[in-house]
Protein backbone atom coordinates (compact mmCIF):
# COMPACT_ATOMS: atom_id res chain seq x y z
CA UNK A 1 0.00 0.00 0.00
CA UNK A 2 1.05 3.72 -0.89
CA UNK A 3 1.63 6.25 1.73
CA UNK A 4 -1.45 8.56 2.28
CA UNK A 5 -0.21 12.15 2.05
CA UNK A 6 -2.96 14.51 3.02
CA UNK A 7 -2.81 18.14 1.88
CA UNK A 8 -5.29 20.92 2.51
CA UNK A 9 -6.44 23.21 -0.68
CA UNK A 10 -7.87 26.78 -1.09
CA UNK A 11 -10.57 27.66 -3.53
CA UNK A 12 -9.72 31.44 -3.02
CA UNK A 13 -12.96 33.36 -5.08
CA UNK A 14 -13.03 37.23 -5.68
CA UNK A 15 -16.43 39.25 -5.83
CA UNK A 16 -15.97 39.01 -9.61
CA UNK A 17 -16.46 34.89 -9.00
CA UNK A 18 -12.68 34.37 -10.29
CA UNK A 19 -10.49 31.70 -8.76
CA UNK A 20 -6.69 31.97 -7.79
CA UNK A 21 -4.43 29.17 -9.34
CA UNK A 22 -0.95 28.33 -8.92
CA UNK A 23 1.50 27.15 -11.67
CA UNK A 24 3.84 24.88 -10.23
CA UNK A 25 7.19 25.93 -10.68
CA UNK A 26 10.13 24.41 -12.71
CA UNK A 27 11.93 21.16 -10.72
CA UNK A 28 8.75 20.42 -8.33
CA UNK A 29 6.53 17.41 -9.17
CA UNK A 30 4.12 18.30 -11.88
CA UNK A 31 5.97 21.62 -13.27
CA UNK A 32 3.84 23.69 -14.86
CA UNK A 33 0.62 22.59 -13.85
CA UNK A 34 -1.95 24.49 -12.22
CA UNK A 35 -3.09 24.09 -8.98
CA UNK A 36 -5.14 25.49 -5.76
CA UNK A 37 -3.00 27.16 -3.38
CA UNK A 38 -2.03 24.96 -0.22
CA UNK A 39 0.01 22.24 0.59
CA UNK A 40 0.69 19.52 3.23
CA UNK A 41 0.02 19.22 6.46
CA UNK A 42 2.80 18.89 9.21
CA UNK A 43 2.31 16.45 12.20
CA UNK A 44 -0.71 17.29 14.25
CA UNK A 45 -1.83 20.40 12.61
CA UNK A 46 -5.47 20.47 11.13
CA UNK A 47 -6.27 21.32 7.31
CA UNK A 48 -7.59 24.83 8.56
CA UNK A 49 -4.23 25.40 10.18
CA UNK A 50 -2.21 24.11 7.43
CA UNK A 51 -4.21 26.43 4.81
CA UNK A 52 -3.71 29.36 6.70
CA UNK A 53 0.17 28.79 6.86
CA UNK A 54 0.38 27.34 3.46
CA UNK A 55 -1.41 30.65 2.28
CA UNK A 56 0.73 33.01 4.33
CA UNK A 57 3.48 31.35 2.76
CA UNK A 58 2.89 30.95 -0.84
CA UNK A 59 1.18 33.78 -1.35
CA UNK A 60 1.70 36.48 1.88
CA UNK A 61 -1.97 36.28 2.63
CA UNK A 62 -3.63 36.18 5.98
CA UNK A 63 -6.95 33.88 6.38
CA UNK A 64 -8.91 32.90 9.22
CA UNK A 65 -9.49 29.58 10.01
CA UNK A 66 -13.48 31.09 10.51
CA UNK A 67 -13.76 32.40 6.71
CA UNK A 68 -12.12 28.26 5.61
CA UNK A 69 -15.99 27.02 4.49
CA UNK A 70 -15.78 23.21 3.36
CA UNK A 71 -16.29 23.03 -0.59
CA UNK A 72 -15.17 19.58 -1.37
CA UNK A 73 -12.40 16.76 -1.65
CA UNK A 74 -10.27 14.92 -3.58
CA UNK A 75 -8.73 11.29 -3.30
CA UNK A 76 -6.47 10.30 -5.80
CA UNK A 77 -3.51 7.50 -6.21
CA UNK A 78 0.13 8.60 -7.81
CA UNK A 79 2.24 6.10 -8.39
CA UNK A 80 3.94 6.63 -5.34
CA UNK A 81 1.21 8.12 -2.82
CA UNK A 82 -2.13 8.30 -2.34
CA UNK A 83 -3.56 11.90 -2.12
CA UNK A 84 -6.20 13.32 0.22
CA UNK A 85 -7.07 16.61 -0.38
CA UNK A 86 -9.34 18.62 1.82
CA UNK A 87 -10.73 22.00 -0.72
CA UNK A 88 -11.74 24.63 1.42
CA UNK A 89 -13.79 27.69 0.23
CA UNK A 90 -12.55 31.35 0.94
CA UNK A 91 -14.28 34.75 0.31
CA UNK A 92 -12.17 36.50 2.82
CA UNK A 93 -8.70 37.20 3.44
CA UNK A 94 -6.17 40.02 4.11
CA UNK A 95 -3.51 41.32 1.82
CA UNK A 96 -2.80 41.37 -1.88
CA UNK A 97 -1.87 37.57 -3.36
CA UNK A 98 1.81 37.86 -4.07
CA UNK A 99 3.73 34.27 -5.42
CA UNK A 100 6.61 33.60 -3.13
CA UNK A 101 7.99 30.79 -4.02
CA UNK A 102 8.87 31.14 -7.59
CA UNK A 103 5.35 30.10 -9.01
CA UNK A 104 3.04 32.04 -11.32
CA UNK A 105 -0.21 33.05 -10.23
CA UNK A 106 -3.58 34.16 -12.42
CA UNK A 107 -7.33 35.22 -11.59
CA UNK A 108 -9.14 32.33 -13.60
CA UNK A 109 -13.16 32.78 -14.59
CA UNK A 110 -15.34 29.95 -14.63
CA UNK A 111 -15.09 29.11 -18.62
CA UNK A 112 -11.41 29.32 -18.31
CA UNK A 113 -11.17 26.04 -15.86
CA UNK A 114 -11.83 23.09 -18.60
CA UNK A 115 -8.92 23.96 -21.40
CA UNK A 116 -6.37 24.06 -18.19
CA UNK A 117 -3.16 21.87 -17.25
CA UNK A 118 -4.10 20.59 -14.01
CA UNK A 119 -2.59 17.42 -11.39
CA UNK A 120 -4.80 14.79 -12.04
CA UNK A 121 -6.25 15.39 -9.11
CA UNK A 122 -7.55 18.35 -9.44
CA UNK A 123 -9.28 17.87 -12.58
CA UNK A 124 -12.37 16.48 -10.69
CA UNK A 125 -12.40 19.74 -8.07
CA UNK A 126 -13.85 21.89 -11.50
CA UNK A 127 -17.22 21.08 -11.38
CA UNK A 128 -17.65 21.95 -7.77
CA UNK A 129 -15.50 25.17 -7.80
CA UNK A 130 -17.50 26.46 -11.23
CA UNK A 131 -20.43 25.70 -8.72
CA UNK A 132 -18.81 28.31 -5.49
CA UNK A 133 -17.11 30.60 -8.06
CA UNK A 134 -21.12 31.03 -9.42
CA UNK A 135 -22.50 31.12 -5.90
CA UNK A 136 -20.61 33.91 -5.36
CA UNK A 137 -21.54 36.12 -8.17
CA UNK A 138 -25.38 35.18 -8.18
CA UNK A 139 -26.15 34.32 -4.26
CA UNK A 140 -29.33 32.76 -3.65
Known sequence: MSRLLLVSAAALIDDAGRVLLARRPAGKPL??????PGG???????PEAALVRECAEELGLVLAPADLEPLTF???G???FHLLMAVFRCRRWQGTPRPTEGQ???WFAADELDG???PPAD???I?????AMAAAVNPI
Open 74 to 76: ASH
Open 40 to 46: KLEPGET
Open 31 to 36: AGLWEL
Open 78 to 80: YPD
Open 104 to 106: AIR
Open 116 to 118: LDL
Open 123 to 125: RRL
Open 127 to 131: APLKR
